[in-house]
Each structure stands twice: as C-alpha cells, then as structure tokens.
C-alpha cells in the first residue's frame, strides 16, 4: 500500500522516523508511525547441550537483560548469515562451524519495518571476544536448556527476540516445517 504522505520526523545512522498517511479502510487516511531500521541477525549458539547469552545493561528498559548474541550493520549492506557470525564472535568470542538459519522475525510489524534473521550456530570453537566499546559492560555465559527455560518462565529473559528465536529452534528441533 503507497503513502498518501510521508514526513520523516528523526533519522540518524540506526534509525529513521517517519510519519505516513495511508488510505484507511474507511476511506479516511491513517496515520502510521514508521521506525525504519536495518535488519539484524540473532544467533542461538548451542554446544548440544548449553546455549551461550549475552548480558547487558539495555537503557530504555533501565536494567540488564541476558540475550542470545545479536547485531545490525549501519550503512553497509547487509548479509545476514556474515553479520551472524560477526555478532557472535563480537559478543561471545565464539566462531561457528555451521550456522543454521532457523527463519526471519518481524519485531514490531505495528511500527517498526526491520526484520531478525534467526540463526543456529552449532560446531563452535572458542576465541577471545572483539567487543565495540559501547558494548564493555557485556558478560557471556552458558545456560543448560534447563537453566534457560527457567529464565524465561520467571522473566529473568525479558527480550522478545531471545524467546521467539528459542521457539524457533524447539519448532527446527521437532522438524516442523
């Protein structure tokens, strides 16, 4: 559906904001706040029996939040399965073997037009992290699938793309297509 109007309203390098009037449904235009931004890749790293999260401190929500390794790239294009492997050696210092892509989320589809390519990352070897400076106060720890199931339960895991990228590896796990 196009645009009756468009204004953007903010824009820096992650992020575009734009105020859209489309046509409604009852003929009368609609206004749609659109947050535009890149796609990102998330990735599940599994030893076959652990899954490594990242931990840190997320301002808007005002507290730290334990989350499967994840990123964008700003004005580059992007390539979901080498933004994945880059995200994970960034935050966890670990390398991949075999990344499974599991499927792609739409995060916020009400507002928000990037999409989350999920990854499985298997066949891990270990190496030091390469972490960006605004990202020094992140820890990396592993998790039995007990552990974090635990902490999904109890809201420990708050961040909704962690918890669908878990539902979709049980979904991969059981072969549903």
């Given at each position: 559906?196009?645009?009756?109007?468009?204004?953007?309203?903010?824009?820096n390098?992650?992020?575009?904001?734009?105020?859209d009037?489309?046509?409604?449904?009852?003929?009368?235009?609609?206004?749609y706040?659109?947050?535009?931004?890149s796609?990102f890749a998330?990735?599940?790293?599994?030893?076959?029996?652990r899954?490594?999260?990242?931990?840190?401190?997320?301002?808007?929500?005002?507290?730290?939040?334990?989350?499967?390794?994840?990123?964008?790239?700003a004005?580059?294009?992007?390539?979901?399965?080498?933004?994945a492997r880059?995200?994970?050696?960034?935050?966890?210092g670990?390398?991949?073997?075999?990344?499974?892509?599991?499927?792609?989320l739409?995060?916020?589809?009400?507002?928000?037009?990037?999409?989350?390519?999920?990854?499985?990352?298997?066949?891990?070897?270990?190496?030091?992290?390469?972490?960006?400076?605004?990202?020094?106060?992140?820890?990396?720890?592993w998790?039995?699938?007990?552990?974090?199931e635990?902490?999904?339960?109890?809201?420990?895991?708050?961040?909704?793309d962690t918890?669908a990228a878990?539902?979709?590896?049980?979904?991969?796990?059981?072969?549903?297509?």
């Amino acid at each position: 559906m196009d645009a009756i109007s468009s204004r953007e309203v903010y824009s820096n390098k992650w992020i575009t904001v734009r105020e859209d009037y489309i046509p409604g449904w009852d003929g009368q235009p609609a206004l749609y706040s659109v947050v535009e931004k890149s796609d990102f890749a998330i990735v599940v790293p599994f030893d076959g029996e652990r899954f490594q999260l990242v931990e840190q401190y997320r301002y808007p929500i005002d507290r730290r939040s334990w989350e499967f390794p994840a990123g964008t790239v700003a004005d580059e294009v992007f390539d979901a399965e080498a933004v994945a492997r880059q995200e994970l050696r960034e935050e966890t210092g670990l390398r991949a073997g075999r990344m499974t892509l599991l499927g792609k989320l739409a995060v916020a589809p009400s507002v928000c037009s990037h999409w989350g390519h999920v990854f499985l990352a298997t066949a891990l070897s270990e190496g030091p992290h390469e972490r960006e400076s605004s990202e020094q106060d992140m820890v990396s720890r592993w998790f039995t699938r007990a552990e974090l199931e635990r902490m999904i339960r109890s809201g420990e895991i708050v961040d909704a793309d962690t918890v669908a990228a878990y539902g979709m590896l049980l979904l991969h796990e059981r072969g549903a297509e």
